[in-house]
């Protein structure tokens, strides 16, 4: 797909031809340096911006070809958001801003309760269902943002940097609970990040620069070898320098 910005003289092309498959149940992750078009992808991707050429195919179904009600449908019924800013309703317990999505579906699920239980119990959030966001740490505000965007058993979550507000604890924490749902629930995920700690909960790192395929790196060994190649290929595509942070 492609993607263009502005018009005549301020065009940005912010994605150009860029190509990938994501198979179901993967947990891949998009990096690549500033600039580089990942949030422009994630957010043809995710459905909330239009591509300028090309497609977006989900499960068989072409997104870019929908209508709004049609989208506004699927995005309700197949794909959940975890983006950095929690985006939670200040005025409702954590019970009721993980059941949210359910409650703006006509008609509830008969399995509503049990479907709040689980997703408690794979989130750790038993204990807190009858608190308000202010009363929450950061990382467990983060925690009730994944469990609403799983609350309706979705077949994709687009996370955008999760763990970009998180300390080391806290992000280690989310990244053990989103293994969980991917591997659990068999929900498929694509997580944008520019920490390769983070990366490295991943099966898959997709690379992007310039807004074109870069490279892939796959995980075969284990989790430190696979954050060994993640370092090595943002040295590469930074061109030999390599930004630890
Ligand atoms: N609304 C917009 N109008 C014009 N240009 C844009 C717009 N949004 C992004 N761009 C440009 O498109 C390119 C890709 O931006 P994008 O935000 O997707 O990159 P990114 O990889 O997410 O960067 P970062 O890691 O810094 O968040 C950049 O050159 C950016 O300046």
């Known amino acids: 797909m492609t993607k263009m910005y502005g018009h005549r003289q301020n065009r940005v092309q912010a994605l150009n031809d860029l190509s990938f498959k994501i198979d179901e149940g993967e947990f891949v992750g998009i990096m690549g340096p500033s600039g580089a078009g990942k949030s422009t992808l994630l957010n043809i991707m995710a459905t909330i911006d239009q591509p300028t050429s090309g497609k977006v195919v989900v499960g068989g179904q072409d997104v870019t070809a929908m209508s709004d009600a049609e989208l506004a449908n699927f995005r309700r019924e197949e794909l959940g958001f975890i983006f950095q800013d929690f985006n939670l309703l200040d005025n409702l317990t954590v019970k009721e801003n993980i059941a949210l999505p359910l409650t703006l579906t006509p008609k509830l699920p008969a399995d509503f309760d049990q479907r709040i239980v689980q997703v408690s119990e794979i989130l750790g959030l038993n204990e807190l269902l009858n608190r308000y966001p202010s009363e929450l740490s950061i990382g467990q505000r983060q925690r009730v943002a994944s469990a609403r965007a799983m609350i309706t058993k979705p077949k994709l979550i687009f996370a955008d940097e999760p ?8 992000a280690t924490e989310l990244l053990r609970y989103l293994t969980e749902i991917n591997l659990q629930e068999d929900i498929t995920i694509m997580m944008v ?11 898959r790192i997709v690379f992007i620069k310039d807004g074109a395929y870069f490279a892939e790196v796959t995980k075969h060994g284990s989790r430190q070898q696979f954050f060994n190649s993640i370092i090595d290929m ?3 595509i ?3 320098h390599t930004h630890v942070r």
């Open 193 to 203: 990040t520019h920490d390769a700690f983070t990366a490295s909960y991943c099966n």
């Open 234 to 236: 943002e040295a590469t």
């Open 163 to 170: 763990t970009g507000s998180l300390d080391s604890a806290a």
């Open 238 to 240: 930074s061109g030999g």
